[in-house]
Nanobody, 115 residues
């Protein structure tokens, strides 16, 4: 069973930075795509950023120029570097991995942007 474990969330002031990590229990290149999604209560989970096996990147319009997705193959870990955080970035952030075996999700990590 694939496990994805997120870490790095927390409380940060507007304009601050955070880096989320997603550690996979298997080789991250076994997945077609890995990425980050976020969800606030009462709303649908939304895509934040994804990275494919070949390294193609995709970002939500609302986070372009502020968030960067990256990976470390040696650690089987995907990161989300977030800068200039805004209150509207407050959400639970989930790591996702897509493969022929189906989508896998982490347990989520809370990010709160507030003064």
């Amino acid at each position: 069973q694939v496990q994805l474990v997120e870490s790095g969330g927390g409380l940060v002031q507007p304009g601050g930075t955070l880096r989320l990590s997603c550690a996979a229990s298997t080789n991250i290149f076994s997945f077609e795509t890995m990425g980050w999604y976020r969800q606030v209560p009462g709303k649908q989970r939304e895509l934040v950023a994804t990275i494919t096996q070949l390294g193609s990147l995709r970002y939500a319009e609302s986070v372009k120029d502020r968030f960067i997705i990256s990976r470390d193959a040696a650690k089987d870990t995907v990161y989300l570097q977030m800068i200039n955080l805004k209150p509207e970035d407050t959400a639970v952030y989930y790591c996702n991995a897509q493969s022929p075996r189906g989508p896998f999700w982490g347990q989520g990590t809370q990010v709160t942007v507030s003064s």
